[in-house]
């Protein structure tokens, strides 16, 4: 059978073939290892007679250079303006920028508008204008958040300059700082202009009541809503230290003045005081004894005693009348003297008899009255009962 002659596309090396005679193929074989042994052994030989990769010339080795370079200007040559290409220099005085108009470079004035975003750079600068400084400008947010070196902006959501110092922004002024429009919200430290006023801020938990039907900013219904705690964190907190936290809704229900866990996790309820009177916690004074903080209790009149309006009344009498019949009889009672006189009695006996008198009865008059109503309560008005979250 005839060898299959299969060589390779670059150096021509013999390739196996399935087909062919294995000791045939093992010959070739052979052959191809001794060509490629000898490639590379001829590779071998150019490389070393190549230069190593960071080797260095001089401008005489390199063909053609130096001529090159000799047509170049010096290093040190100048040249005047006319000399470049589009620069028209011929009215220009000292002092003057150049401004690419149309085709060409010209003498002319540079606006701060010409120069890409120079402006609103400038814009967050200090500068001068005339006899006035130029302050940068912005709101809270803008504030930069750690400047190096003392600052002065003027803050246009506050209404009032400011500077950086001791790390931190403040006021400049007391006098600058309060303007009419912001009803007092530029105050920085609120919490001491309270204390310096006698004021008392409300604290979040607080409860107080409002001649309205929607809890004013910052409060809400005491209606026992089932909050997050995420969103309120601060009355959470409250609820938390406080003391007044039920074990769980079951044991809130019984006594809704107090908070509840609400699901364990992520939310909680508030007190609901809707319909309800305040009384203050007895603490151990004896009033009213066994009450915890937040709990219900019911309604209740004290014991008392009731007077009773009596009219006066009156009785009847019948009378029909009556009589008694009698019997009459003589009788020997005694004997005197020697003549033998008698002496007798006369004796009357009377027979008994029903008088028929019948008294009347009569009512008296008295009656104990109800009055009153479903609960017992004082004269009282209804306000809107909200806490402070």
């Not at 001649?211 to 909050?227: I, V």
């Not at 003045?257 to 009384?279: A, H, K, Q, V």
């Not at 003549?339 to 009656?367: E, F, K, M, P, V």
Request: glycine share 12%; proline share 5%.
């Amino acid at each position: 059978m005839p060898i299959i002659d299969d060589r390779s596309p670059n150096r021509n090396y013999p390739i196996p073939n399935a087909a062919n005679d294995m000791v045939d193929d093992v010959v070739r074989i052979a052959a191809a290892i001794n060509g490629i042994d000898a490639d590379v052994y001829g590779l071998i030989l150019a490389v070393g007679q190549k230069a190593a990769i960071e080797h260095t010339h001089s401008i005489g080795q390199i063909n053609g250079l130096q001529s090159t370079l000799d047509d170049k200007a010096a290093s040190n040559h100048s040249h005047a303006l006319d000399d470049l290409t589009n620069v028209d220099a011929s009215t220009a005085t000292g002092g003057q920028f150049f401004k690419f108009v149309g085709t060409a470079w010209q003498p002319a004035s540079i606006a701060v508008s010409d120069v890409g975003n120079l402006e609103s750079i400038l814009n967050g600068k200090a500068g001068l204008d005339g006899s006035s400084v130029i302050v940068p400008q912005g709101d809270t947010a803008a504030r930069p958040p750690s400047p190096s070196g003392a600052r002065i902006r003027y803050n246009t959501q506050l209404g009032f300059y400011e500077g950086w110092g001791g790390g931190q922004w403040s006021a400049l002024s007391v006098a600058a700082a309060l303007l009419k429009a912001l009803d007092l919200a530029d105050v920085v430290n609120k919490d001491a202009a309270l204390a310096n006023l006698g004021a008392q801020k409300s604290i979040p938990g607080s409860i107080d009541y409002f001649p309205r039907t929607t809890a004013p900013a910052g409060w809400l219904k005491a209606n026992g809503a089932l909050l997050n705690r995420t969103a309120y964190p601060a009355l959470w907190n409250e609820a938390q230290v406080s003391g007044m936290l039920a074990a769980n809704d079951a044991a809130w229900a019984t006594n809704p003045g107090m908070y509840s866990p609400g699901n364990g996790t992520t939310t909680f309820r508030i007190p609901d005081l809707r319909g309800e009177f305040i009384r203050g916690f007895d603490d151990g004074r004896g009033i009213d004894i066994g009450r915890a903080v937040g709990s219900n209790q019911g309604q209740t009149i004290q014991s008392h005693n009731h007077g009773v309006n009596d009219p006066t009344h009156a009785h009847s009498v019948y009378d029909p009348g009556h009589s008694h019949g009698y019997d009459r009889y003589s009788a020997i009672t005694s004997t005197s003297g020697s003549t033998g006189s008698n002496r007798g009695l006369d004796h009357i006996a009377t027979s008994a008899a029903l008088t028929g008198i019948a008294i009347y009865g009569a009512g008296t008059g008295i009656s104990i009255q109800h009055t009153g109503s479903p609960e017992t309560r004082p004269r009282n008005v209804a306000l809107l009962a909200c806490i402070k979250y």
